[in-house]
């Protein structure tokens, strides 16, 4: 049976959005969003690869992403420059290196402003294979090592003398990481997966008490953005990329307004 583009939108971005909860939650937890930027960016190398190779656009996008992930995770150790500027050049020099691919790729025609943006309306149900796959992926191992990566934010030397695999867990976490943007990058685009991980994420740490309970919320806010986003986009005839995270950011700044005020209720009550 097939479905309609809107219906087939709203479950491809209500299946990123419930993986990218959790996962979204451990990059602000572990201040990792400049290696998803970094990440991001290199996804557009992986779009013109499939195409120069004429391969599955999710095989490329995939691998480029997974070996591009495992070399940011290695020069972000060097210790001659900061990781946030060494990750920044990274990023943009593989953006840049995208484009000009792009552009000289003979016999194809690419919709850059699809791909820096993202078409959720255009999934299929391929696409939606696809999402559910990695999900289930990402859920199975992200149980598994849950309660490691909590030791390891608290405090990493310490997880390493309880005998946390700390470096085989950073590296599970990097691979997750470039499955999701890997397979993102169509509902968003590349410019702004990372929006898409973090402010729901950001959002939640506001409201929620426990790391559990803001995983969890990240991934409705999440769901909620992209519903919004969908329908602003479908009303109003607004990209649907951008109009995800502009919802997501409403949400973000309602979440700081009810902080605010559980917390002035709460000094209130105490006074």
């Known amino acids: 049976m097939s479905l309609d583009f809107m219906t087939q939108a709203v479950l491809a971005g209500t299946g990123t959005a419930l993986v990218a909860g959790p996962l ?4 602000v937890w572990r201040r990792m969003a400049n290696f998803g930027d970094a990440l991001a960016h290199s996804t557009l190398l992986g779009l013109c690869f499939s195409l120069l190779l004429k ?27 900061a990781n946030d500027t060494i990750l920044s050049i ?29 078409d959720i309306l255009s999934v299929n149900q391929t696409d939606l294979w696809w999402i559910y796959g990695v999900d289930v992926i990402v859920f199975l191992a992200l149980i598994k090592i849950w ?6 934010i608290i405090q990493e030397d310490l997880a390493k ?20 943007f890997a397979v993102a990058m169509k509902l968003v685009g ?10 729901p994420a950001s959002a939640a740490r506001q409201i929620a008490r ?13 769901i909620l953005a992209v519903y919004g ?30 902080a605010w005020m559980v917390a002035q209720k709460s000094n209130k009550e105490g006074a």
């Open 55 to 81: 391969i599955h656009v999710y095989i490329g996008l995939t691998s480029v992403c997974v070996i591009v992930a495992c070399f940011l995770a290695l020069f972000s150790r060097q210790n001659r420059l």
């Open 24 to 27: 979204g939650s451990i990059i």
């Open 210 to 222: 426990t790391p559990e309970q803001m995983a969890v919320f990240a991934s409705l806010l999440g």
């Open 90 to 118: 990274l990023a943009y020099t593989m953006l840049a290196i995208g484009l000009i691919l792009a552009t000289i790729i003979k016999g194809i025609r690419v919709d850059l402003l699809s791909y820096l943006y993202g």
């Open 147 to 152: 309660s490691p990566i909590l030791s390891m």
């Open 190 to 199: 590349i410019l702004l997966i990372t929006a898409l991980l973090i402010i």
């Open 161 to 180: 003398v309880e005998g946390v695999p700390v470096v085989a867990i950073h590296w599970t976490l990097v691979l997750l990481m470039a499955i999701v």
């Open 229 to 258: 986003g969908i329908q602003i986009s479908f009303q109003w005839d607004w990209p649907a990329g951008p109009a995800i995270v502009v919802v997501a950011m409403a949400i973000f700044i309602a979440s700081i307004a009810i």
